[in-house]
């Protein structure tokens, strides 16, 4: 894996255009990019007569070597990722296939049933839904550990993603764990139909040779206070841009060149469309405490500040991630009253006192508003665009139980 080294890319007219509309608040993170550390990727998507669209991105401070955690944006990846990989496994295993996780090292655990599930048992498709609904960290782990480390970072390089690293669960484990992932069964009516053991990684990741120092202090995971910065170097990565990428590459696959693609079924681009705009109230299972798990949890532009029920002619298809002070999302627009369509990707760090693992950052007041004003900002922008051809929006008009 080669570090690419690329200029900051920026867009004149987009930080025009935020800044003329922006509010105050806006306007002083925007003025303070040392501070934030904000990158933004808003993609216009214009179509020609055959309905073929164009993608033109407009950029904002882009800058794939500078680092921002992208917590549970990983998550997007390994979804794709672990579909590619049951397809390479042949038709006896499928994504409903009921998956049981055995444990074989230290900081492992298994999984023989999940009460969430209609079934009463865990399976990928199962693990996905929770992935995307609300970012849920047990399924992640369980679908790392269907990939294993070394099979999931390869899968990824070879798509070109070659700054792209996933080195980690979401759960507390040494580096050395994390290589280790566990033995896992699939079943058909009660009977083993494919066994995968437990597996080693010995991939060499080529970490950047200067470390990536976060903040002043941080908590350690005994309660302590180091003072000193976090370390990030073996961290997971995905820059903004390919995050962006793969988002793309699964909404619009034709769009993107072939070895870019994941190869992925009919019935797997369907599955993800849904379970990537499917809001946890329209969950049977599992169902959702909406009080907790609102319309908007999970959807950081336009609605995630206030709690913001979202209209029924709005599908947001879209991945978000939060994790010490860093703010993500990768999301594709769709408003089908108004034939609107667009993408935007960004990530800001809100982090006041530069105490990180404390819990105390500034989501609330500055975080979750800048990803509302920036959403409805573009919005806005697009719903006043007189476009030659409109967009035909109706494969994305899916079916919820």
Known sequence: MSKTFAQVKNDPWLMELLQKQGSPLLRSVLDQPGVYQYQLIYTEIKRDRHQKPTFINHYLNVDRNRYFNPASTVKMPVAFASLEKLNRLGKK???????????????????????????????????????FLVSDNDAYNR?????????????????????????RRFVPMTPEENRHTNPIRF?????????????YSDLQFRFPKTKILVGKGH???????????????????????????LLRSVLFPESVPARQRFRLTADN??????YMSELPYESRFPAYDTAEFFDSYTKFF???????????????????????????????VVDFKNKVEFMLSATLYVNKDGILNDNKYEYEETGYPFFKELGNIIYDHELHQKKSVAPDLNRWKLTYD
């Open 93 to 131: 295993v499928t994504a409903q296939s009921p998956m049981l996780t055995d444990s074989a090292f230290s900081g492992q655990t298994a999984v023989k049933n999940d009460p969430t599930a209609e079934s009463g048992l865990p399976s990928i498709e199962h693990y996905i839904k929770k992935i």
């Open 269 to 274: 681009y369907r599955m993800l469309y849904t």
């Open 187 to 199: 079943l058909n009516n009660g009977q083993t139909i494919y066994t995968q053991p437990a597996t």
């Open 219 to 245: 908590w350690d995971q005994n309660d302590s206070l180091i003072n000193e910065p976090m370390d990030f170097t073996t961290h997971n990565n995905l820059p903004l841009e390919d995050g962006q990428r």
């Open 143 to 167: 679908l790392y550990e269907f990939m294993g480390q070394k099979e999931l970072n390869e899968t990824l390089w070879k798509k070109n993603y070659n700054d792209t690293r996933i080195t």
């Open 302 to 332: 336009f609605f995630r500040s206030g709690k913001e029920k979202i209209p029924d002619h709005i599908r947001v298809f879209n991945k978000a991630g939060w994790s010490y002070g860093f703010l993500t999302d990768y999301c594709y």
